[in-house]
């Protein structure tokens, strides 16, 4: 059973939309680095994207500008659904990160271009948003995007750090738009980064 098994509607406007729907089913097959609280295993693009959801309507006080919760939690739902074709690239990966922006164009073209046309293009306009960082709100869902990890490797003893060898400098640039979006959270990421390098988890 599958996509295959699809009986149409009739509308070519709904099947577009309901066969769009069955697609983004595939986030929850792109295994991320990051792994849950639990340690049991590694968490999906599905469930991050939830959680980041979830967590702007947490942080939104601490952020200097006032974002629009709901706009940022539909950004922080789209923001990777790209990677069901460009796959997930590790953040701290150098190598990676040279064709990743090639890669996920490429996949934004092929995947939004599946809706309809206004839909394709609103989900294409909040991935562009969230990618280039200027607005309120596209700040803030970048925050909630560093903040989510961060937290996950300060529960799992540095799991993602420890396995990339990642140098404490490397995550600083990584969570610079916490540090400059939120600052109230700049005492807490110190002390744990702090914390990470005395434990191993970060090389200094």
Request: hydrophobic share 40%.
């Amino acid at each position: 059973m599958g996509k295959e098994e699809y009986l149409g509607s009739g509308s070519e406007r709904i099947d577009s939309l309901l066969l769009f729907s069955a697609e983004i089913d595939k986030m929850t097959a792109i295994e991320r680095r990051t792994l849950l609280v639990d340690r049991s295993r590694r968490e999906n693009d599905a469930e991050h994207s939830w959680h980041i959801a979830v967590m702007a309507m947490l942080f939104e006080e601490y952020a200097l500008e006032k974002p629009d919760v709901g706009r940022v939690s539909e950004m922080c739902a789209a923001h990777d659904l790209v990677e069901i074709y460009a796959g997930d690239t590790f953040a701290y990966d150098e190598k990676g990160n040279l064709d990743k922006a090639a890669r996920e164009k490429e996949a934004a073209d092929r995947l939004f271009g599946s809706l309809p046309d206004e839909k394709g293009k609103y989900l294409r306009a909040l991935w562009e948003e969230f990618d280039a960082m200027e607005t309120a709100d596209a700040k803030y869902a970048a925050c909630m995007d560093r903040l989510q990890p961060f937290l996950h490797n300060v529960l799992t003893g540095g799991h993602t750090w420890v396995e990339g060898k990642t140098r404490r400098a490397a995550v600083e640039r990584r969570t610079a738009i916490l540090r400059e979006f939120m600052p109230a959270l700049v005492p807490w990421l110190t002390a744990n980064l702090d914390r990470a390098v005395e434990r191993g988890w970060l090389l200094p």
